[in-house]
């Protein structure tokens, strides 16, 4: 199930992709929830972490000390 359906996530249709997080996110199982939210976490940190990011977010950078 953490896998997914996929055999090679590079060749996997985002749609089916969509549906499977969909799935995730609101599946019974608290356990299943968590790992949608813990990958959601990921991709956010990821995101915002990236300096090349930091204008289109209006993110000035660290203070400088």
């Known amino acids: 199930m953490a896998g997914g359906p996929f055999a090679d996530w590079s060749e996997a249709d985002t749609g089916a992709v969509g549906r499977m997080l969909q ?20 991709v956010l940190t990821s995101y915002y972490a ?16």
């Open 50 to 65: 990236d300096e090349a990011r930091w204008p289109e977010i209006g993110y000035p950078g660290p203070l400088a000390l």
């Open 23 to 42: 799935g995730w996110r609101t599946h019974p199982l608290d356990a299943v929830q968590a790992l949608y939210q813990a990958m959601h976490d990921l």
